[in-house]
């Protein structure tokens, strides 16, 4: 999948994945390892590798703020922004600025940074 595709995804949805957490995490370079076993019943174990730390885990990144901060942190280090809110007739639309970058926008905060960390990625792999 296009970093695009998945920017414009998060920028249309108005909840939270799991099934985009984890296209989040295969672009940004967790390995996903699938370990079965046989026996009385048959079982299926999904490990999601962290690239940098190791860390066994999948953050919820659309659900979670402090995920979704963990995911920008691999892109921008160090950065700073903010996150602001409208609600209105339409519902929900955030906002969020990081560094002196453009203004991205999606239904809550997290989805929001995402998108920040998306387009941060795609300027970095020149995939727009």
Request: aromatic share 8%; with cysteine.
């Amino acid at each position: 999948m296009a970093v695009s595709d998945l920017i414009q995804e998060l920028q249309s949805t108005k909840k939270p994945s799991r099934e985009t957490d984890a296209k989040i995490a295969l672009l940004f370079g967790w390995q996903r390892q699938v370990a079965t076993s046989e026996g009385a019943t048959k079982s299926r174990k999904v490990s999601w590798i962290h690239p940098v730390s190791g860390e066994n885990r999948l953050p919820a990144f659309t659900f979670s703020v402090d995920a979704a901060l963990e995911l920008l942190d691999l892109v921008a280090k160090k950065s700073h922004g903010g996150v602001s809110w409208v609600v209105n007739e339409a519902g929900v639309t955030c906002t969020v600025k990081v560094n002196e970058g453009p203004y991205y926008h999606a239904a809550t905060p997290a989805l929001s940074i995402c998108v920040a960390a998306l387009n941060l990625k795609a300027a970095e792999l020149g995939d727009f």
